[in-house]
């Protein structure tokens, strides 16, 4: 017996399965983002969307502003960790999970974020008056 096998193209999108992630046990849905975890630079949101990369919900069809759920807020050894769902507003089907880091590390403050939907990024602040990174020598 012959079997056949079907490329992603070939099979109907009512039978089409859905790019889904887990991320401590919550699934995340790629087909909802134009852009998986995309490059933000230095921006690290605490709270938010970033719309610009929804598509709208794979499941009800929707493009809409986004509910935020389950947001905890936790320390652990000196840094702070916020984490929250992105659920779409009108079937609550979970688009992405945000978590957002915050710690002291020397003289500088460091920042990360990492979602599906906002992207990751990461940014060093001095709390210095003047930045030591940005002194240039005199001699």
Do not use: W
């Amino acid at each position: 017996m012959r079997r056949l096998s079907l490329s992603s193209r070939e099979v109907s999108s009512s039978r089409k399965q859905r790019r889904n992630f887990s991320v401590n046990c919550v699934a995340m849905c790629g087909d909802c983002v134009e852009k998986e975890y995309p490059n933000r630079g230095n921006i690290c949101l605490e709270n938010g969307s970033f719309l610009l990369n929804f598509i709208g919900c794979a499941v009800c069809s929707k493009r809409d502003f986004m509910l935020i759920t389950n947001k905890s807020l936790k320390e652990e050894d000196g840094e702070e960790i916020v984490t929250y769902d992105h659920l779409c507003r009108n079937c609550h089907h979970v688009i992405a999970r945000h978590e957002y880091t915050f710690s002291i590390m020397d003289e500088f403050q460091e920042y990360t974020m990492l979602c599906l939907l906002c992207g990751k990024a990461e940014d060093t602040i001095s709390i210095l008056p003047d930045d030591p990174r940005q002194m240039t020598l005199l001699f």
